[in-house]
């Protein structure tokens, strides 16, 4: 089973582009993020041609949304309202493509604003609550002994490691690479114990990107980028991972997403 995740930065205007990535890819699951479409304007008729019958929604006007899209049947599906404003930043749905069903959670964490300050910034503490709350899900996740066969994936706005950024070292200030929001993330992957599937087939040492801000010029030229999308799996399925990779070629593509797709393959 091949799992993609993206933030597709507005579903109905790339749609186009997702039905570009099925052809390219031949995914089983596509988890999208930043839909920016309600449920009832979503562009389901194009999917579903594209082999994709099966679509879980979680989406508001204008801003956020998640949805996940399956080759396979939806055997349940279910929404998280995190920190209550109900701004379509969670959607999990279980699937039985073999002999266990397999859960994955699509996230968008909130990008936080500009400034690292939850005093003065209402969005970086946004951000911060969030966080907490994904570490509380998963704890009683864990405590329950549900906690396998599943995956948690998305755009979780934060590049941990040091060369999950162009420069660590300037961006150590920045939104998306602070200290406070690494030690928040690493609480979330502590809480379930997620395997974070993509340094093992790309070394710590090498950088590593889903994500190129349109503010560049020559995107490619200058490559700076961060690494904000993320896949993680439960320790279980942590050998069926055969492989993992980033359609860096996507983030080229005609009128793009900032953010460039993402897989894992998987096998019982």
């Known amino acids: 089973m091949r799992i993609v995740s993206w933030n597709i930065n507005s579903v109905r205007l790339r749609a186009p582009l997702v039905v570009k990535l099925i052809k390219k890819l031949d995914p089983d699951i596509i988890c999208l993020q930043e839909t920016k479409c309600p449920n009832d304007q979503f562009p389901e008729k194009a999917f579903a041609k594209a082999g994709f019958n099966h679509i879980a929604k979680n989406g508001i006007k204008g801003y956020h949304g998640v949805a996940t899209l399956s080759r396979h049947e939806i055997i349940d599906s279910h929404i998280v309202d995190y920190c209550g404003k109900g701004d379509g930043r969670h959607i999990a749905v279980t699937v039985k493509p073999g002999k266990k069903p397999v859960t994955v959670h699509n996230f968008y964490v909130p990008a936080g604003g500009d400034e690292p300050d939850p005093e003065i910034n209402d969005k970086f503490a946004h951000k911060l609550a969030f966080l907490k709350e994904m570490q509380n899900t998963f704890k009683k996740l864990k405590k329950s002994g549900k906690a396998a066969g599943q995956v948690m994936l998305g755009d979780l706005n934060i590049a941990p490691r ?63 980028g961060r690494r904000l999308d993320h896949i993680w799996v439960s320790p279980d399925l942590s050998a069926g991972v055969t492989d993992y990779g980033v359609l860096r070629a996507a983030r080229g593509w005609e009128r793009p997403s900032d953010h460039a797709p993402l897989w894992i393959d998987l096998t019982d």
């Open 162 to 224: 040091e060369h999950d950024v162009w420069s660590s070292k300037q961006l150590k200030n920045v939104v998306s690479h602070t200290a406070v929001e690494i030690t928040e993330l690493a609480k979330v992957q502590k809480a379930a114990d997620w395997d974070d599937v993509a340094r093992r087939f790309v070394p710590p040492e090498e950088k590593l990107y889903t994500w190129w801000s349109y503010r560049a010029r020559d995107w490619a030229a200058s490559d700076r």
